[in-house]
């Protein structure tokens, strides 16, 4: 553990500050970095969040899951699918993805696309 660093429950914190709990990058040079919130005998919060980042030129991987998703687009401009529609978004939107909606951002700009990933599972969901 780093210097001026505490636990809370599970999950390192400095100075305030949640570090990153799981971070990868994907071969197309996208990083994601996906924080893990305090819990206390159980997660404090409902959801997980995540940092993504992809270079321009790059896209992410063509996405299904169970859980619901929200992206907050922080910086840059992108093309995404949601389901087979195409959309073009930019720093400032906020998109909301149900659940086994599939989805896909794609990168064409020689810029980074920046955003948020907040996803949860829908009440009553049990996994088979």
Known sequence: ??????VKGNTRMRRG????FSGHTKPSGTKIAIF????????AMPFK???????????TDPDTHEVRE???IAQGEARVTIAGNEITVRAGDVLYFDSNQTHQLFNDSGES????AVWWRPRGYTPD
């Open 70 to 72: 929200i992206w907050l």
């Open 17 to 20: 500050h949640l570090e990153v």
């Open 49 to 59: 969040f995540a940092r993504v980042s992809v270079p321009g030129g790059a896209n």
């Open 36 to 43: 893990e919130l305090p819990t206390v005998e159980v997660p």
């Open 113 to 116: 696309v920046e955003f948020f």
């Open 1 to 6: 553990m780093r210097k001026n660093s505490t």
